[in-house]
């Protein structure tokens, strides 16, 4: 009798590790001494309350913003692509704008009342179908609902084909079948071993769905899989407005 071994996932997201990473702005301190990391092609999650730094350490890795301490990406290979879906989208919805033209505004070089290019209506079309908006291409953002414009961040945030995935709070404005969406475009990712680092408020999605989730309230309070991390006493001192010096890490 043969025994067939597992599949072993290729991973081609990064490692992520922040060490030590601060951000003070005037007399501020926003991130204290922040360091953990993001295992490649993993599901992370990070949770924290309003207000905890979550927003600003993505921004921090996306270059946006300065800090002390050292953070860096660990590709298997050469430097991949970095896909980013941000938590709203701020726009005049009396623009008259249809998802093709954001998508094509968002994806390509060309300007976007030329229409979408042929080298990226091929990618604009699956991205739009894999998050179920492909027959509202020609809907104007302004009519969609908060879960259709979020479900379209989230297509954009598919090409150029991600290796890092950084998604701010991507589940606040969907609807059950967004939701549904969202967490089968997890699943595609973790089989294509991309690394996705995920901040998100509703923590029974990150204990169901998270590899691993980072609790944050201007530093780390704990870090490990859900299961053990997501306990109360740990989640109380987490949404605290002073965290505890002492709150233990997993």
Same mark, same amino acid.
């Given at each position: 009798?043969t025994?067939?071994?597992?599949?072993t996932?290729?991973?081609?997201?990064?490692?992520?590790?922040?060490a030590?990473?601060?951000?003070?702005l005037g007399?501020?301190?926003?991130l204290?001494?922040?360091a953990f990391?993001?295992?490649?092609?993993s599901?992370?999650a990070?949770?924290? @309350?309003?207000?905890g730094?979550?927003?600003?350490?993505?921004? !921090?890795l996306l270059?946006?913003?300065?800090?002390?301490?050292?953070l860096?990406?660990?590709? @298997?290979?050469?430097p991949?692509?970095?896909?980013y879906v /941000?938590?709203?989208?701020?726009?005049?919805?009396?623009?008259?704008?249809?998802v093709?033209?954001f998508m094509? *505004?968002?994806?390509?070089?060309?300007?976007a009342?030329?229409g979408?290019s042929?080298?990226y209506?091929?990618?604009?079309?699956?991205a739009?179908?894999?998050?179920?908006? #492909?027959?509202?291409?020609k809907?104007r953002?302004?009519?969609?609902s908060?879960?259709?414009?979020?479900?379209v961040?989230?297509? #954009?945030?598919?090409? @150029?084909?991600?290796?890092?995935?950084?998604?701010?709070? @991507?589940?606040?404005?969907?609807?059950?079948?967004?939701i #549904?969406?969202f967490?089968?475009?997890?699943q595609?990712w973790?089989?294509?071993g991309?690394?996705?680092?995920?901040?998100?408020h509703?923590?029974?999605?990150?204990?169901?769905?998270?590899?691993?989730v980072?609790?944050l309230?201007?530093?780390v309070?704990?870090?490990? /899989?859900p299961r053990?991390?997501?306990t109360?006493?740990?989640?109380? !001192?987490?949404?605290? !407005?002073?965290?505890? !010096?002492?709150?233990?890490? *997993?």
């Open positions: 009798m025994v067939q071994e597992p599949l996932l290729q991973r081609v997201g990064p490692l992520i590790a922040f030590e990473v601060s951000l003070n007399r501020t301190t926003i204290d001494s922040v990391q993001v295992e490649p092609g599901i992370h990070l949770v924290g @309350p309003n207000g730094g979550k927003s600003s350490l993505i921004k !921090t270059g946006q913003m300065p800090h002390q301490g050292r860096s990406l660990q590709w @298997p290979g050469e991949g692509v970095i896909g /941000p938590q709203a989208l701020e726009f005049d919805r009396g623009l008259p704008m249809t093709d033209d094509a *505004a968002m994806c390509q070089r060309r300007p009342f030329l979408l042929k080298h209506a091929g990618a604009i079309g699956q739009l179908e894999r998050v179920g908006m #492909q027959d509202k291409r809907r953002m302004g009519a969609l908060g879960g259709e414009r979020q479900r961040l989230l297509a #954009q945030g598919l090409i @150029p084909s991600p290796q890092l995935l950084v998604l701010d709070e @991507p589940m606040s404005a969907l609807d059950e079948a967004g #549904q969406v967490e089968r475009l997890l595609d973790r089989q294509a991309i690394t996705v680092l995920w901040i998100e509703d923590l029974e999605a990150v204990g169901r769905l998270a590899d691993r980072t609790g309230n201007r530093r309070l704990f870090d490990g /899989p053990q991390t997501l109360p006493e740990r989640l109380l !001192t987490l949404f605290s !407005t002073h965290p505890r !010096t002492n709150g233990s890490a *997993a």
